[in-house]
């Protein structure tokens, strides 16, 4: 009876959490579960860590939304070693001009403030951080949507393709050649 108990307390407790922002349970069936990337940022006595959804994986054709993407920030005050949750300012970049602003007057769910818009695929961003208590702190943390991304993987192949090609190419020659030699002796 007791181990039931236990069971069923560990049950309810296993409800829907967040992680950087990103709750556990699915919405979409290629959601991704996990941060896919996370960008780094650092500013007097504070260290930001800032989280990007922008639905990779996902057809961006299919989508309602197809250029939203949701950031997620953590500022954490190293020197006092807690998390911040006071007033922030959050703004946007494309190129060093505003695009997006919002004024959080505290930390969302679990300490964490959420931002979301449309961005494009051909921006330049970064989120300029603001803290609003004590010393106005500022972070500029630049950050790039999937769609940015360089595929070095095509890259790789093609150029490993390339080597081969040009070995093969190299072989044949070298091996006319010495037969070349062999046929006039």
Known sequence: ?????????????????????????????????????????????????????????????????????????VAYDLRQDRVYSGAALLEILDGGK????????????????ALHGALLPEGSYALRVTLLEGEQVQALIPFALSSQKVRWGRWVTAGLVGLVVAAAVGARRARVVQDRKKARI
């Open 1 to 73: 009876m007791r181990a039931l108990g236990a069971l069923l307390l560990i049950v309810v407790a296993a409800h829907a959490h967040h992680f950087k922002g990103l709750p556990h349970f699915n919405y979409f069936e290629n959601y991704p579960q996990i941060p896919q990337e996370e960008f780094l940022g650092q500013a007097g006595d504070y260290e930001f860590s800032l989280v990007l959804y922008d639905f990779q994986g996902l057809k961006k054709e299919d989508l309602q939304m197809p250029d939203d993407a949701r950031l997620y920030l």
């Open 98 to 113: 505003p695009v997006l602003t919002a004024r959080k007057e505290r930390a969302e769910e679990e300490n964490i403030y």
